[in-house]
């Protein structure tokens, strides 16, 4: 974005006179365009005032600079952090995870601030935070409820509220109704702002402010705001467009299989699971198997990891397995009961196994010292070894 002001004073960033542009967004993080008339060096958190009204954000070092004795400089809002690669995390609560608590820890991690947070959804009771950057998945816990930078450098996860500003404190210069386009002259910065609803004797009813610019020139400021026709088109309209587009090339639900290994298996039959890919995170799931079935397994196992419905929500461990990758069967499968029943469920047999006979008591007839005689014999030893049809240590059941 290339500075339009050619006035210095109407801008002032860290107590230099400046020019500049200051976008603010329906959605996401406002950012300004900032040329200093000299060389002067400026990182981190610095406050942009415009006519009387700051702006807290961070100085964004990619796009700042010096050139032929002119300092450049993008500040974003906040933390300028919104943007930052996060790793991937596993979370856990059996009562139900809050979308707010994987919100709040982001911010945390990369040094930004949440005011209000309005969604109170929930996530599940595990949830897989993908490695991917801070602000989607901010807009993933948000649950569709839009975020934005306020000026004191704040993150707020809430709908902006639509007010009416003085009719006196501004005026409607242009206004092109097929781009939805105004300019709008001000003298107080704090007039307008997002979902201000607009009217003027040069156009019929009401329109809102979804997204403006502001800048300066002469001794006056300027703002250039898009007035869409609806809130549901009151986003970023470039950032629209690239999202639809990202979409059809990436859909962010999870159809894939993800290879885990079973790092350790809790008392409540939940797995332990590392990934085997360096591109999937560290989980706990519930244990899978057909309804009535509960298997046991070793730890070390490779077991298949999918997500119902591609919701990274609702995890389980698939039954299909790839021999091509030794995947382990089960230490014991337990059929009908779960991890509670698997101790005390009674052994099954095979064909071939050894086990243990019951010799009953026998009845005698023969002779004793030539005399006939009849009786009962009680073994001393009432067992003997014998093969079957059934006898396994590898699979129980219920009784």
Same mark, same amino acid.
């Given at each position: 974005?290339?500075?339009?002001?050619?006035?210095?004073?109407?801008?002032?960033?860290?107590?230099?006179?400046?020019?500049?542009?200051?976008?603010?967004?329906?959605?996401?993080?406002?950012?300004?365009?900032?040329?200093?008339?000299?060389? *002067?060096?400026?990182?981190? +958190?610095?406050?942009?005032?415009? %006519? =009387? /009204?700051?702006?807290? #954000?961070?100085?964004? &070092?990619?796009?700042?600079? *010096?050139?032929?004795?002119? +300092?450049?400089?993008?500040?974003? %809002? =906040? /933390?300028?952090?919104? #943007?930052?690669?996060? &790793?991937?995390?596993?979370?856990?609560?059996?009562?139900?995870?809050?979308?707010?608590?994987?919100?709040?820890?982001?911010?945390?991690?990369?040094?930004?601030?949440?005011?209000?947070?309005?969604?109170?959804?929930?996530?599940?009771?595990?949830?897989?935070?993908?490695?991917?950057?801070?602000?989607?998945?901010?807009?993933?816990?948000?649950?569709?409820?839009?975020?934005?930078?306020?000026?004191?450098?704040?993150?707020?996860?809430?709908?902006?509220?639509?007010?009416?500003?003085?009719?006196?404190?501004?005026?409607?210069?242009?206004?092109?109704?097929?781009?939805?386009?105004?300019?709008?002259?001000?003298?107080?910065?704090?007039?307008?702002?997002?979902?201000?609803?607009?009217?003027?004797?040069?156009?019929?009813?009401?329109?809102?402010?979804?997204?403006?610019?502001?800048?300066?020139?002469?001794?006056?400021?300027?703002?250039?705001?898009?007035?869409?026709?609806?809130?549901?088109?009151?986003?970023?309209?470039?950032?629209?467009?690239?999202?639809?587009?990202?979409?059809?090339?990436?859909?962010?639900?999870?159809?894939?299989?993800?290879?885990?290994?079973?790092?350790?298996?809790?008392?409540?039959?939940?797995?332990?699971?590392?990934?085997?890919?360096?591109?999937?995170?560290?989980?706990?799931?519930?244990?899978?198997?057909?309804?009535?079935?509960?298997?046991?397994?070793?730890?070390?196992?490779?077991?298949?990891?999918?997500?119902?419905?591609?919701?990274?929500?609702?995890?389980?461990?698939?039954?299909?397995?790839?021999?091509?990758?030794?995947?382990?069967?089960?230490?014991?499968?337990?059929?009908?009961?779960?991890?509670?029943?698997?101790?005390?469920?009674?052994?099954?047999?095979?064909?071939?196994?050894?086990?243990?006979?019951?010799?009953?008591?026998?009845?005698?007839?023969?002779?004793?010292?030539?005399?006939?005689?009849?009786?009962?014999?009680?073994?001393?030893?009432?067992?003997?070894?014998?093969?079957?049809?059934?006898?396994?240590?590898?699979?129980?059941?219920?009784?």
């Amino acid at each position: 974005m290339t500075p339009r002001v050619t006035d210095l004073g109407a801008f002032e960033l860290a107590g230099h006179p400046c020019t500049g542009e200051l976008h603010v967004p329906s959605t996401g993080v406002w950012i300004a365009d900032i040329e200093l008339a000299e060389a *002067t060096a400026l990182t981190g +958190a610095q406050v942009l005032m415009i %006519g =009387g /009204a700051s702006f807290t #954000g961070t100085i964004d &070092p990619e796009y700042s600079g *010096t050139f032929a004795g002119v +300092a450049c400089y993008r500040l974003v %809002g =906040g /933390a300028n952090a919104w #943007g930052r690669k996060i &790793p991937a995390q596993a979370y856990h609560n059996d009562g139900s995870l809050k979308a707010s608590r994987v919100a709040l820890d982001v911010a945390k991690m990369i040094g930004e601030k949440i005011g209000d947070f309005e969604p109170d959804g929930q996530l599940g009771s595990d949830y897989v935070r993908r490695e991917t950057a801070a602000s989607q998945a901010l807009e993933y816990c948000a649950q569709g409820t839009p975020w934005w930078v306020d000026f004191e450098g704040v993150t707020q996860v809430k709908a902006r509220a639509p007010y009416v500003p003085d009719p006196s404190k501004y005026h409607v210069v242009t206004y092109d109704p097929i781009t939805q386009f105004a300019t709008i002259a001000i003298d107080d910065p704090q007039v307008i702002g997002i979902g201000a609803q607009l009217t003027s004797d040069r156009f019929t009813g009401t329109l809102t402010i979804r997204e403006y610019s502001i800048s300066a020139h002469g001794g006056s400021i300027d703002v250039h705001a898009w007035l869409g026709a609806s809130a549901d088109t009151g986003h970023n309209r470039i950032a629209q467009l690239m999202a639809a587009h990202a979409k059809r090339a990436i859909d962010e639900r999870l159809y894939v299989r993800w290879r885990y290994r079973v790092d350790s298996v809790s008392g409540d039959g939940r797995l332990n699971l590392v990934a085997v890919s360096d591109r999937a995170p560290v989980r706990m799931v519930s244990n899978f198997a057909p309804a009535g079935v509960y298997a046991e397994m070793s730890p070390g196992a490779v077991v298949l990891l999918e997500f119902l419905e591609g919701n990274p929500a609702l995890p389980v461990v698939s039954p299909s397995c790839d021999t091509r990758d030794q995947f382990a069967t089960p230490k014991r499968l337990t059929l009908g009961g779960g991890p509670k029943d698997s101790d005390s469920a009674a052994d099954v047999a095979f064909k071939g196994a050894e086990v243990d006979v019951l010799l009953p008591p026998a009845v005698f007839v023969g002779t004793v010292g030539g005399a006939p005689a009849t009786g009962a014999i009680i073994w001393s030893a009432p067992k003997t070894l014998g093969m079957i049809a059934v006898g396994s240590t590898k699979a129980g059941v219920v009784l």
